[in-house]
Each structure stands twice: as C-alpha cells, then as structure tokens.
C-alpha cells in the first residue's frame, strides 16, 4: 500500500521559514494536501496541489512538489506562534473501487520566541 | 452552514461500559470515515463507509463497529469499553470524487478515556 512520511518535530524561531517536507511512494497519487491539527481539533485543510503543478503559492504557504523524486514540502514565511501545531501531508489515488486519501505520519511544529 | 459535528468532545467512562459517538455531516456527503489518532499523532483508519448501508473496516483493526444508516449520519459503538480504547476518534466526510481539492472535512473528534 501507499507510504507517506514526515519527519516527527520541527522547531523554529518566531518571524524565520518552516521547511515541513513529505515523502510518499505511489507515483499514480493525482492530489497532494497539507492539514493543520492545532491542540484538541480536527484537521483544518491548509492547501492542496495537482500532481501536474510544481508550486502553489497561497499568502504565507508555498507548497513545492518534486513528482520525479515524489517529495512535497510546505514553507510557511514569517512563522508565527499561530503556526504551532501538528501538520499532515496527504495523498489522493483515484481508484475504480473508491478514491482514498492517505495521511503522513505528521510533523509536530514548535515556534519559539 | 455546512459542517460535520462530533458528540461528545470528552467522554470518560468506566471499562466494559457500551458506548457510542456520534458524527453528522449537513453537506450531503456519501463517504464517510472514521480515523483514531495515537497521542503520538499518527492516524488510523478504522471504518469508512461510501454510501448509506455501505460500511467496510479500515487499515487498523478495531473493535469498534459502525452503521450507515443515513447519509448524514455515521455512529461508532464500542460494546464494551476496555483502557486499551483510550485514544482520540475523529470522524471525516467528503465528495473526494467530484472536488478533490476540497479534501476530507474533518469534526473536532472525541476524546475517549476508558478507566
């Protein structure tokens, strides 16, 4: 079956870039999704981006998509203490039998002072 | 507006009790799904389900059963409640076939601890 996977922790200085990047093995995956978990939620979608795009830019996300080596990454500019939470990538595969969507393993962000 | 609600947020019960979560979703959508998230974040899905009295089991085992007996609605049941059911259970809908970018919408999950 499809993998996805994240590095577990990233910590930042307030007002300095994150860099989250994902992995995943299935080329056939046609959407690729970043979900925010903050504290005692649910997922909040981020972004998402077509497999046939290489970059997607929305205000302080920019996702860059890598299909040949099959990496995504999301960079948040300017990061704030709001940013702090859990962050998963995911994957789409389009099947006969019912379209599913596999989650990462997720990246826990901290943003310090 | 459109939403998918989760109730309770918190349940604390004793083991061996049954017990049932409940999730609603008022955008008419058929695929539903059920995820439980370790406290070390990762998550698992336990039952989807792509239409009213369609149900199948997820990549996790579980203990759990689910029915579909509306659209709008997709109930979890433990039968009885063991510590080991200790977890975080979040509930999800989409329309992923006709808007994949709108994604999964997930509920804000329940907090379940079995003592």
């Known amino acids: 079956g499809e993998d996805v996977e994240q590095s577990l922790f990233l910590s930042v200085r307030e007002g300095d870039s994150s860099v989250i990047n994902c992995t995943y093995t299935?080329?056939?995956?046609?959407?690729l999704y970043w979900y925010k978990q903050e504290p005692g939620a649910g997922l909040q979608l981020l972004t998402y981006?077509?497999?046939?795009?290489d970059m997607k830019q929305d205000q302080r996300l920019t996702v860059l998509l890598n299909k040949k080596d099959k990496h995504l990454s999301l960079r948040i500019a300017d990061t704030q203490t709001g940013d702090s939470a859990i962050y998963f990538c995911?994957?789409?595969?389009?099947?006969?039998?019912?379209?599913?969507?596999?989650f990462g393993t997720g990246t826990q962000l901290k943003v310090e002072l | 507006e459109a939403d998918i609600y989760q109730t309770p947020r918190y349940l604390v019960i004793g083991t061996g009790k049954k017990i049932t979560l409940e999730c609603s979703q008022t955008?008419?959508?058929?695929?539903m799904y059920w995820y439980q998230q370790d406290p070390g974040m990762e998550l698992h899905l336990i039952h989807y389900?792509?239409?009213?009295?369609?149900?199948e089991k997820g990549d996790l085992s579980s203990e759990s059963t689910v029915s579909r007996i509306r659209t709008e609605h997709f109930p979890l049941t433990l039968e009885s409640a063991r510590p080991s059911h200790t977890s975080q259970y979040l509930c999800?809908?989409?329309?992923?076939?006709?808007?994949?970018?709108?994604?999964?919408?997930f509920g804000s999950g329940t907090r379940l601890t079995v003592v």
């Open positions: 299935d080329s056939s995956s046609t959407y």
């Open positions: 955008m008419g959508h058929d695929k």
């Open positions: 389900s792509y239409g009213v009295n369609s149900t």
């Open positions: 999800a809908s989409s329309d992923i076939s006709d808007r994949p970018g709108y994604g999964y919408t």
């Open positions: 995911a994957d789409l595969i389009l099947t006969g039998g019912g379209n599913k969507l596999t």
């Open positions: 981006i077509f497999s046939n795009m």
